[in-house]
């Protein structure tokens, strides 16, 4: 096919991430790591959040979302493209990742794959969280994990959330889990978890937030959280595992390894 010969650039790696307003940063790291991790892949980054596109256009910076960034890449004549995708869950945003990639395979002659969303193995996702409980949990301190969830309970991957919900609350007593805005949310389960932990003799909590990036969520919610529970316990937000100020699951080494392994497994499926 003469339209082929313009495909001359071996593989491109695209990012497939929701963005952030205020911590926009974190993408730009992780970007570096797969860079290093994959040094014959061009690396680019898309963002879904129309929000963060518009703000940081208004900044002077130029991001693109997925369409914007395959077509660019598929110009460019790269003959594999993996799209990564940087979802914690594999839920309405991953959804909305398969079905761009669905949609470009139809006539780009580029090879394009999509990685899974990152907790979304069953092994890997039990050994994550429990290795998460096991790093922050503190004696006599319950662990208030905040699970941000989905708008709609038929939602693809909602039993992924299920899983990690349920799974924290039985590998530890001191675990309670709720969500934002998905099943089980905190607005309409504070009542209910104020009422099991005085029963359970909780003194002290730390807020989990189980957010990838931690952004407008962790400034607004996760302190409303804090502050409606303070006067019924001493509370606060866990600190983050390496040297930022917030928790984010995104800088959480397995969280790392995890998407740098999905990416490999579409190197090796697409025989390349």
Same mark, same amino acid.
Do not use: W
């Given at each position: 096919?003469?339209?082929?010969?313009?495909?001359?650039?071996?593989?491109?790696?695209?990012?497939?991430? /929701? @963005?952030?307003? &205020?911590?926009?940063?974190?993408?730009?790291? !992780?970007?570096?790591? =797969?860079?290093?991790?994959?040094?014959?892949?061009?690396?680019?980054?898309?963002?879904?959040?129309?929000?963060?596109?518009?703000?940081?256009?208004?900044?002077? !910076?130029?991001?693109?979302?997925?369409?914007?960034?395959?077509?660019? &890449?598929?110009?460019? @004549?790269?003959?594999?493209?993996?799209?990564? $995708?940087? +979802?914690?869950?594999?839920?309405?945003?991953?959804?909305?990742?398969? +079905?761009?990639?669905? @949609?470009?395979?139809?006539?780009?002659? $580029?090879?394009?794959?999509? $990685?899974?969303?990152?907790?979304?193995?069953?092994?890997?996702?039990?050994?994550?969280?429990?290795? !998460?409980?096991?790093?922050?949990?503190?004696?006599? =301190?319950? +662990?208030?994990?905040?699970?941000? %969830?989905?708008?709609?309970?038929?939602?693809? #991957?909602?039993?992924?959330?299920?899983?990690?919900?349920?799974?924290?609350?039985?590998?530890?007593?001191? *675990?309670?889990?709720?969500?934002?805005?998905?099943?089980?949310?905190?607005?309409?389960?504070?009542?209910?978890?104020?009422?099991?932990?005085?029963?359970? @003799?909780?003194?002290?909590?730390?807020?989990?937030?189980?957010?990838? =990036?931690? #952004?407008?969520?962790?400034?607004?919610?996760? /302190?409303?959280?804090?502050?409606?529970?303070? %006067?019924?316990?001493?509370?606060?937000?866990?600190?983050?595992?390496? *040297?930022?100020?917030?928790?984010?699951?995104?800088?959480?080494?397995?969280?790392?390894?995890?998407?740098?392994? +999905?990416?490999?497994?579409?190197?090796?499926?697409?025989?390349?």
């Amino acid at each position: 096919m003469k339209r082929y010969r313009h495909y001359k650039k071996e593989r491109a790696i695209v990012l497939s991430c /929701f @963005g952030s307003v &205020v911590e926009q940063q974190k993408y730009l790291d !992780l970007k570096n790591v =797969v860079e290093e991790k994959f040094p014959q892949s061009d690396v680019f980054l898309s963002f879904s959040s129309r929000m963060v596109l518009k703000h940081v256009k208004k900044q002077g !910076l130029e991001y693109k979302n997925l369409p914007q960034v395959l077509a660019d &890449v598929d110009l460019d @004549g790269y003959k594999h493209i993996v799209v990564s $995708s940087i +979802n914690i869950f594999p839920t309405d945003e991953h959804a909305f990742l398969q +079905n761009i990639v669905k @949609g470009f395979n139809n006539f780009s002659l $580029s090879h394009i794959r999509c $990685s899974d969303a990152i907790l979304t193995k069953t092994k890997e996702t039990t050994l994550f969280l429990k290795k !998460l409980d096991e790093t922050i949990s503190r004696l006599d =301190v319950a +662990n208030l994990y905040i699970i941000h %969830g989905t708008p709609r309970l038929e939602m693809q #991957g909602i039993d992924s959330i299920s899983y990690a919900h349920n799974f924290l609350e039985e590998i530890n007593d001191s *675990n309670y889990a709720c969500s934002l805005e998905g099943a089980y949310p905190f607005y309409a389960m504070k009542d209910t978890l104020i009422k099991k932990m005085k029963k359970d @003799g909780v003194k002290k909590i730390q807020i989990v937030p189980m957010l990838l =990036v931690s #952004g407008n969520h962790y400034k607004k919610d996760m /302190f409303e959280i804090k502050e409606e529970l303070s %006067g019924d316990f001493e509370i606060d937000i866990v600190k983050s595992t390496t *040297n930022s100020d917030r928790f984010n699951l995104i800088e959480v080494e397995d969280i790392k390894k995890m998407i740098l392994q +999905n990416i490999e497994e579409e190197i090796i499926k697409s025989g390349n």
